[in-house]
């Protein structure tokens, strides 16, 4: 990023009071000019990131469903930032502690920085943005033992994977997925195959109750 230029961020959570916090520490920690956006649903991000040129994105990974989105999840719509806008540095704080999770973000959204939020103390927090800045990698400490310590990444569960999992979670028959996914009977047959031995699921039910119970639905 050039120097001396105004920063432009756009923080994604649905808890607002989270902003303040954000913000705070860049106010008092960072020496560098910041415009702060905020937007509290991945939807609205998106209208807002296809608008506006940012340089940082603060993501959370979680949010409620809701009828009618056009992303299923933030992890879906960091991947889709990363597609669509390479550029932008991404930041992920999330409260997700799963190593096959987490590996599955740093996947698909290959973020700049990574915290876990209640490791996102101002200091680190500070440190985390200011490398980010220099174009520094920076994931905190419990994040890069929970990755090195983690699972094998043979398998990734893709945004397809978890759009039958939000479909499945919305009642959608088995039959009836490729209505809604853009691919074969078979591959999203396979697909959910494969899903529920990595979840340990015998039967639907199992395995959207897992799938909840880690954070993908």
Known sequence: ???????????????????????????????????????????????????????????????????NKRFVSGEDFGARVKEEYPDIKIIVLTQIEDAFHLKNIMANISPKGFLLKREAKPELLADCVRSVIDSISFFSPRIKRIIQAGTNMGFVITKTDRLILHQLSLGTKTKDLDKYIPFSFRTIENRKRKLKEYFGADDDRTLLAKAREEGYI
């Open 1 to 67: 990023m050039k120097q001396n230029a105004e920063i432009n961020i756009l923080m994604v959570d649905d808890h607002p009071v989270i902003f303040r916090g954000y913000q705070d520490v860049i106010e008092h920690y960072l020496t560098e000019s910041f415009c702060v956006d905020t937007a509290e649903d991945c939807d609205t991000a998106w209208d807002k990131i296809t608008a506006t040129k940012y340089d940082l994105l603060f993501l959370d990974i979680s949010f409620p469903y809701e009828e």
